[in-house]
């Protein structure tokens, strides 16, 4: 029984976390999504040119592979609220840029430019409006917000592999 409270308060907290974002104003979630860039490009610019290629474990991505998910991730998602075209098309980021510092960062920054310019042309009744992710109905501002909570998650996870090349984290950019 305890478990299942457990469990229930984790699924709680996870939904009010992601209806949370989608209730932000569209200019609240675009400084959130600048912040969130500037961030990612934190991590990106503290690991050295050698640790792009780095993997924790040979099963896992690499450091610039989870970095190229989270930039297919954004354009997969802001397309999907949008309705703009990706402009990555396929093969995926992950799958076609260079595993090298300065191609990772313009694939990474590029596409939460793409995020931010797609969120920045829609209307609050857009936003407000259905659409479609993974074959769930949900709204185009919550779209957005699952999009937020990828990259986050993705970002966190590679902070193990800063500190396994010997590096400090940057630290929380909350504001």
Not at 137 to 146: H, Q, R
Request: proline content about 4%.
């Amino acid at each position: 029984m305890k478990r299942l409270s457990q469990l229930f308060m984790v699924l709680a907290l996870v939904f009010v976390s992601s209806s949370v974002f989608a209730q932000f104003t569209q200019t609240q979630q675009v400084a959130e999504w600048q912040r969130a860039k500037a961030y990612t490009k934190a991590y990106l610019d503290a690991m050295p040119a050698d640790g792009y290629t780095f993997k924790a474990t040979p099963a896992i991505r690499s450091f610039a592979e989870q970095m190229l998910h989270l930039a297919d991730g954004n354009y997969y998602f802001a397309s999907s609220a949008s309705g703009k075209p990706s402009p990555i098309g396929k093969p995926s980021a992950e799958k076609s840029v260079a595993q090298t510092k300065e191609a990772t960062t313009k694939a990474v920054m590029d596409s939460y430019d793409f995020v931010i310019s797609s969120l920045q042309g829609m209307t609050a009744a857009q936003l407000d409006e259905m659409g479609s992710v993974e074959g769930k109905s949900i709204s185009k501002g919550n779209i957005f917000g699952k999009a937020f909570e990828h990259q986050t998650h993705h970002r966190g996870q590679c902070t193990i592999y800063l500190r396994l090349k010997g590096v400090t984290p940057p630290g929380e950019m909350l504001f």
